[in-house]
Nanobody, 120 residues
Framework: QVQLVESGGGLVQAGGSLRLSCAASGIIFSINHMGWYRQSSGNERELVATITIGGSTNYADSVKGRFTISRDNAKNTVYLQMNSLKPEDTAIYYC??????????????WGQGTQVTVSS
């Protein structure tokens, strides 16, 4: 099993910044895709940002220009730098990793979530 450990969430005032980290551990041959998702009370989980093994990124329209996703392949870690935070960014943030644990052993793993709260 591939385990994901998230960190970096917390309480911040509007306009502030936070940096989320998600480290994958276990038997990992390769990681092909990593992403961040979030879920606020009463809403479905939504995509925030993704990054491929080649470094290609995409973002939800609501966070473009404010959030930056990056990865450290050597450490099997994905980051989300969040700037100019708004109260509507308040949610539980989950990381997701897709890869292979060996030949023909594809996996998808989710983190347990980290709370981000942005006050007015």
């Amino acid at each position: 099993q591939v385990q994901l450990v998230e960190s970096g969430g917390g309480l911040v005032q509007a306009g502030g910044s936070l940096r989320l980290s998600c480290a994958a551990s276990g038997i990992i041959f390769s990681i092909n895709h990593m992403g961040w998702y979030r879920q606020s009370s009463g809403n479905e989980r939504e995509l925030v940002a993704t990054i491929t093994i080649g470094g290609s990124t995409n973002y939800a329209d609501s966070v473009k220009g404010r959030f930056t996703i990056s990865r450290d392949n050597a450490k099997n870690t994905v980051y989300l730098q969040m700037n100019s935070l708004k109260p509507e960014d308040t949610a539980i943030y989950y990381c997701r990793v897709q890869g292979e644990g060996g030949p023909h052993r594809r996996f998808v793993s989710w983190g347990q979530g980290t709370q981000v709260t942005v006050s007015s």
